[in-house]
C-alpha cells in the first residue's frame, strides 16, 4: 500500500495526533520513535478504520489505506482479548479448557487453517503453550500469541505498537530475526519508545513527540540523532520532584527480619510444574531482582508475596512476622505492599477516575468505595501534576491509553509509601519520558530506602544500580520446571 497523509489532526479522549505530511511508500517498513505520548493505539485507529466517529476534531486526509488490509498488535490489543476471554468463557469454571480459549485457538481463530496455525507456532516458540489458557500466559508469551494472530490474518499490512514490550532476551533477538524475514512479505509500523528496540532492518524513520510528527529521517540519520540524549537531560528535573513528593509523605511501617521467607517453594498445576525447591528470604534494607525467562514463575513468584495467587496457602511462607494461613487478614498483608503488574492491570477493570486510581492505593482496592480524605485526595493531585495528567483528573481509566493507565498504577502503587514495592515489569506501555521518569524515581527510592524493591524487568538497561541481590529462574536439570539461584553481597 502507498499510503499518505495530509493534513490530519485526529484526538481521542486522551491522546491527540497531528501529522502534516508524511508517505508511507508501496513495500516500505518504517519505524517510529514517540518521545512523549501513545499514538500507537490512535494510528492503529486511523489506519483500521475503527471509532473515528469517537474522535474529535477530526480533520485531513488519509488515502491509499484500505482497513481491511491492516492488523494491529499492541498492548491494549492483548487487554481487550483477556477481558473479552475472562468475560464470556466459563469452561475453567466447569473443570475444562475450551478449545477456543487456548493459544491453538486463539491463532486458529484468525485463519481457519491447521497448517498456517502450526506453522505459526512453530515459528514463534509456541508450540509448548499450543494447549495453554490464553489467560495464563506470562505477558512475553502473550506478545507472541498476538503477534501469530495478526499475522494469520494475512493482511498485508501490519501496525506493531511496541512489539517486544514483555519479552526476555532470547526472544526479542528471535523476535528481530523472525521481523525481518516478515518484511519482505508485509509492510510494517514498527512502534517503540525504546532506542535500543529500533530495529536495524528497518530504512525510514518516523519521530514523533505528543502526538505530533516531528520529522522524518533515514534509518542512518536516526542512528545518530540527539533526541534521546535531550530526553534523558530533560527527565531529571521532573524525576527530582517525584522524590520530593514521596520524601513529604514517608510513612512506611519497619518490621523485624525477615520481612519475606518462602521455605522450599513449588507451585505446580495438574500437568506441569512451575517451579520446586526454591528458598529465599528479604530482609529489611535489601532490594531484589528477579530474572528468568518468559514463563518460568517470576509473575508468580511475587504473587506469592501479595498473596494473590491461588497456591500462597500451599506454601510454607512468612511475610511480616506471621505465618502465612495463620489467621491474618490478606488485607494486613496488602497494606505494607504496593504493587505493579500487567495482572494487576488487567484486574483494574473498574470506570472510576484517574484521581481515584490513585486515591485507591491507600486503600488496596480495585476501584474506589469509600470517602477519602482531603489530604489523601491532595496527595493524589500531586501526582497527577508531576505526571502532567492533571487535566486527565476526572477522565475514566478506561479511555485512557494503556501507557498513560500504567503511570496511574504505578502512583497508586507508591501513594502509600509501602514498605514492599513489587514491580513486574512496570515499564510496559510508557514512553520515552514516562520510562526515564519511573526508572529515576525507584533508583532514588532505592538508595534512600524510602521502600524495598523487589524488582522486574527483562532489559539490561533497566538495572538500578541500588539493586545488588538477585533471584533468577534457570531450567531445572531434572525438567521439575525452573528452580531459583540467589546471588549477591554475603550469600553463598
Known amino acids: ?69 491492516v492488523a494491529v498488535v499492541s498492548l491494549l490489543e492483548q487487554q481487550a482479548l483477556l477481558e473479552e476471554i475472562l468475560e464470556f468463557d466459563d469452561s475453567e469454571s466447569l473443570g475444562y479448557t475450551d478449545p477456543k480459549t487456548t493459544v491453538f485457538g486463539v491463532i486458529y481463530a484468525q485463519c481457519h487453517d491447521n497448517a498456517l496455525t502450526h506453522q505459526l507456532l512453530q515459528q514463534l516458540d509456541l508450540i509448548h503453550l499450543s494447549q495453554s489458557h490464553f489467560t495464563h500466559l506470562s505477558t512475553g508469551e502473550g506478545r507472541r500469541v498476538m503477534l501469530a494472530r495478526a499475522v494469520a490474518t494475512q493482511v498485508p499490512f501490519l501496525i506493531l505498537d511496541e512489539p517486544y514490550a514483555g519479552l526476555d532476551v532470547g526472544h ?19 512502534l517503540v519508545s525504546r532506542e535500543e528496540d529500533m530495529p536495524d532492518w528497518i530504512e525510514h524513520v518516523a519521530l514523533f513527540s505528543q502526538g505530533k510528527l516531528d520529522s522524518v529521517m533515514t534509518k542512518s540519520q536516526w542512528d545518530s540523532h540527539p ?28 518490621f523485624s527480619n525477615p520481612v519475606f521467607q518462602l521455605h522450599n517453594g513449588r507451585v505446580a498445576y495438574a500437568d506441569k510444574v512451575i517451579f520446586s525447591g526454591v528458598n529465599w528470604r528479604i530482609d529489611n534494607g535489601v532490594h531484589w531482582q528477579v530474572k528468568g525467562p518468559n514463563g518460568c514463575g517470576k509473575s508468580t513468584l511475587l504473587g506469592l508475596i501479595f498473596g494473590d495467587h491461588p497456591q500462597c496457602y500451599s506454601n510454607d511462607i512468612d511475610i511480616f512476622g506471621k505465618k502465612r494461613g495463620s489467621g491474618e487478614s490478606i488485607w494486613e498483608i496488602k497494606q505494607h505492599i504496593g504493587m505493579v503488574s500487567s495482572a494487576l492491570h488487567m484486574q483494574y477493570r473498574v470506570n472510576c ?61 507508591i501513594v502509600k509509601q509501602p514498605t514492599l514495592l513489587i514491580l513486574d515489569e512496570p515499564y510496559q506501555g510508557l514512553d520515552y519520558l514516562g520510562r526515564r521518569l519511573i526508572k529515576n524515581s525507584l533508583e532514588l527510592i532505592a538508595k534512600e530506602h524510602l521502600s524495598q524493591l523487589l524488582y522486574v524487568s527483562h532489559y539490561q538497561q533497566d538495572s538500578l544500580e541500588s539493586i545488588e541481590h538477585y533471584i533468577e529462574f534457570v531450567q531445572d536439570e531434572n525438567h521439575q520446571g525452573y528452580r531459583a539461584v540467589v546471588s549477591g553481597p554475603c550469600i553463598s
Open 353 to 413: 477516575t484517574a484521581l481515584d486510581v490513585i486515591v485507591s492505593g491507600f486503600y488496596d482496592s480495585i476501584g474506589l468505595y469509600q470517602k477519602p480524605t482531603q489530604q489523601q485526595v491532595a496527595i493524589a493531585n500531586e501526582w497527577l501534576t508531576i505526571l502532567h495528567m492533571s487535566h486527565l483528573s476526572k477522565m475514566t481509566f478506561k479511555q485512557l491509553e494503556y501507557g498513560q493507565q500504567r503511570l496511574l498504577l504505578i502512583a497508586r502503587a
Open 227 to 254: 533526541v534521546v540524549h535531550q530526553l534523558t537531560a530533560q527527565s531529571g528535573q521532573q524525576s527530582e520532584e517525584l522524590l520530593a513528593l514521596i520524601r513529604r509523605h514517608r510513612h512506611s511501617a519497619h
Open 172 to 190: 526479542r533477538q528471535t523476535l528481530t530475526q523472525y521481523l525481518q524475514d516478515l518484511a519482505q512479505t508485509k509492510q510494517m509500523l514498527v
Open 1 to 69: 500500500m502507498d499510503i499518505r497523509f495530509s493534513q490530519l489532526q485526529c484526538s481521542s479522549s486522551s491522546v491527540s495526533l497531528c501529522i502534516d505530511e508524511w508517505q508511507i511508500g508501496a513495500d516500505q517498513s518504517w519505524g517510529v520513535f514517540t518521545t512523549e505520548g501513545d499514538i500507537g493505539v490512535l494510528l492503529g485507529q486511523l489506519l483500521t478504520g475503527q471509532c473515528l466517529s469517537k474522535h474529535t476534531g477530526y480533520r485531513g486526509d488519509i488515502t491509499g489505506c484500505v482497513a481491511a488490509d
